[in-house]
């Protein structure tokens, strides 16, 4: 990461690409935490909302998990 960090500072291109892929991945498996921390500690309501809301993940999918989680802990705990 030190290394291609360097590199990547001269090639916005570069550094948009590795960005969006490593989002992508990082998403991923956010959104699979993500399940199993609603179905762990909020079971009916996940039941309730996942069945009202189809398109949850959809829009999930497009926000920054990091602000979807400062807003739903305060929310939810």
Not at 46 to 72: H, K
Request: a positive charge; aromatic letters at 10%; charged letters at 20%.
């Amino acid at each position: 990461e030190m290394v291609t960090a360097g590199r990547l500072r001269t090639d916005p291109q570069a550094r948009m690409r590795r960005r969006s892929t490593r989002r992508r991945i990082s998403n991923t498996q956010r959104a699979t935490d993500f399940n199993l921390f609603v179905n762990k500690r909020f079971q009916c309501i996940s039941t309730v909302t996942f069945s009202l809301m189809p398109n949850l993940f959809i829009i999930i999918e497009q926000l920054n998990w990091c602000y979807l989680g400062a807003i739903l802990k305060p929310a939810n705990i």
